[in-house]
C-alpha cells in the first residue's frame, strides 16, 4: 500500500507541474506587441531584447532559451511587430510577423537579394536589423495585396476567437496528459494486483503443502 501511495503522490505532482507549464508558457501572440519602428542597429536591438526580455517571458516553456527577441513589419508592411520568437533562418527574403499564422516566416513577395543594400542568401531571424533595406517599406499597402493569399492575410489584433482557439489547445494538451498518465497508473497498479494475486496464490499452496 506504501507503495501504491508513493505512486500515487509521484503522478500527482507530475501532472500538476505539466499542467503548469502547459497553462503559463505564453504563445507567440501573447508576447507581441506595436511599435513605432524596428531597432535600426546591433545596439538598438539588443537595447529592445533587453527591455523586453523574452528569456523570463517565456521562462515557463520547454523551449525557454530558443525564444529570442524579433522585430518585422507585418505582411501589408503597415505596422512593425516585436515578439518573442524561436529564432529562424530567412532565404534570401525580408522577415516577416504573420500576426494570423503567429509566427515568423520569410516575405516571398519581398526579395531583399535585389533591395539596395541586398541581403545575403541566408540569414538569422535574430539578425535582421542588418539589413535595414527591409524595414524600409513602403507603408501605404504599395505592392499588390491581392496576390495574397487568405491565409497570409490577418487583422492586426488578435481576435477573441484566436484567443479560444489557443485556449482549446491548451486544454487538449492537458487532457492528453491526464489520459497518458492515467494509462500508466493504471498498468501499474494493475500489474501491482496481479503481482500481489501471484504472491498470495503462491502463499496458499505453500501453506496447504504444509498442513497435508
Known sequence: MLLIKTFCCLIVLFYDMQVLCVINCPGI???ARLVDECPKSEVEWKDAAARMNCKYIMQNCSQQSQHKYHCALNVFLNESWELCSIMKYMLGYCMEYNVKGQRIQN???RNCLVLNPPCTTRYKSTEAYKYQSCYKAEKKNSFNSSKLSDTTLMPAITTKSTK??????????????VLTTSIVFFGILAAVVIGYIK??????????MRMF
Open 29 to 31: 501572440q501573447q508576447t
Open 164 to 177: 479560444d482557439k489557443n485556449h482549446n489547445e491548451k486544454q487538449q494538451n492537458g487532457w492528453i496528459i
Open 107 to 109: 516575405n516571398y513577395y
Open 199 to 208: 504472491w498470495r496464490r503462491k502463499k496458499w499452496k505453500i501453506y496447504k
